[in-house]
């Protein structure tokens, strides 16, 4: 009986935005190891596939004539061209999943995050944010090849960047990836207990 | 560095609240099995003490002119009287507590829940719940020796009671203690990521 109640609950819409470097992808593979009901979203792209990527699970692969169409359709939580390519977050697969009662996870950068609030007010908009702009250089250092000179630039967008993060509902300092990873369970679990979201729940308790 | 930044936090009032019977006491004893930075607050009455109770562990105990003072001085986040005692929550120390950077919950009833609310906006209120009103009954039949009328009466104001869940921020259905309290720590964790807690944690990250 319980179960079946679980089962009918709708899921959540997540979206796990953050400067680039700050860590979003690392936490979403953490958070995918433990959890049985919750997927990251697959976005669609017009560019050609790389090797190895497969459709559906990397990208859905779609031409350019497609991806205007669902421009055109409202199609898209979200979506940006990036030099000749588009992206985007189709809408349907997300709210299908969010049906069935699956928690759906969107890791995308602020601008995209910014068109998901617009269509989707009742999403959860997380924050992810590195401990210091020092700690970001070093991340981006290790990883990369930047001279000094982009780096500096990269490091005032991140710092214009973060700046943005008061508008999101939480914020998450990721100092340590399992840590960080722990804290967005603790949001998921908490905004499933938020009151408004239980109303119908207290009623069945009530009528019982 | 990060250590000396947390201590520096200020501690959340956490208020749990909810029908009798719900399993508010039991919950919070569950919390502080594995918390280091949480405590119950203690109430103030002017009851006698039992045998065996200690002072300013189970209660304040305080004198009926001493209790009235306090009233008078707005000294109480809550109080009550109850027959011919008065009980209430001191307000000092609930916020000595969290100036030292300390959670402290206080589980109380309804009436007082609404009290702190209106004197404390900015705290965390969760209504604990049992998963039916046929469980309440059974839970208070086994604790219990009300007559089938008590227990009518009892359930119908329980029903009353739950309807002002949708009034808190969280409702948390009690179906099994250990699963309860850990969505009480979810949402303590939870809490302490909302951007308006973090608007300076995000200058000093910009700033360093």
Partial sequence: MTKHFYEKEKGLLIVISGPSGAGKGTIC?????????????????????REGEVEGKNYYFIDKEHF???????????????YDNYYGTPKDPVLQKMEEGVDVILEIDIQGAAQVRANFPEGIYIFVVPPSINELRKRITERGTEDEEQMNKRMDCACEEIRNATK????????????????????????????ERLESKIEEI???
Avoid: H
């Avoid at 205007?68 to 990036?82: C, P, Q, R, S």
């Avoid at 509902?169 to 499933?192: F, G, H, M, Q, W």
């Fill in 68 to 82: 205007l169409d669902m421009i055109g359709n409202n199609d898209f939580l979200e979506y940006a061209k990036v």
């Fill in 29 to 49: 593979k953490e958070l995918l190891k433990n959890e049985d009901n919750l997927e990251v979203s697959v976005s669609a792209t017009t560019r050609q596939p």
């Fill in 206 to 208: 009530i009528g019982r």
């Fill in 168 to 195: 999101y509902s939480y914020i998450v300092i990721n100092d340590k990836v399992s840590l960080a990873a722990e804290k967005v369970r603790a949001i998921i679990t908490a905004e499933k207990c938020r009151s």
